[in-house]
Nanobody
Framework: VQLVESGGGLVQAGGSLRLSCAAS????????VGWFRQAPGKERELVAAVNWDGYVKHYGDPVKGRFTISRDNAKNTVYLQMNSLKPDDTAVYYCAAAYSSALTVSFNGYTSWGQGTQVTVSA
């Protein structure tokens, strides 16, 4: 499956952004999807993940209560709604797909990656 992220940009602290991840090439509902981020000098971390039907979700501790992951299988798209953004959220955000109907939280479980989209939050 091929993945393309969009929606990144520059926003002030406290603002919101919605990232989109558009998939093509395979049956999208066969895949769990995760959003990861990587800031300069830091390891890539899991932000949020969703299973194939969108009903089972996982969030990293730093974003709980602020970010929401969702998916629309009819549109082959996964979204990440990011509210109350903080400067610490600044990173390149990647979406990734795992060929599994279950929720996948392990980095090694993801086999397809997008090119990433930059999110910058100013103080």
């Amino acid at each position: 499956v091929q993945l393309v992220e969009s929606g990144g940009g520059l926003v002030q602290a406290g603002g919101s952004l919605r990232l989109s991840c558009a998939a093509s090439g395979r049956t999208f509902s066969n895949y769990g999807v995760g959003w990861f981020r990587q800031a300069p000098g830091k390891e890539r971390e899991l932000v949020a993940a969703v299973n194939w039907d969108g009903y089972v979700k996982h969030y990293g501790d730093p974003v709980k209560g602020r970010f929401t992951i969702s998916r629309d299988n009819a549109k082959n798209t996964v979204y990440l709604q990011m509210n109350s953004l903080k400067p610490d959220d600044t990173a390149v955000y990647y979406c990734a797909a795992a060929y599994s109907s279950a929720l996948t939280v392990s980095f090694n479980g993801y086999t397809s990656w997008g090119q990433g989209t930059q999110v910058t939050v100013s103080a």
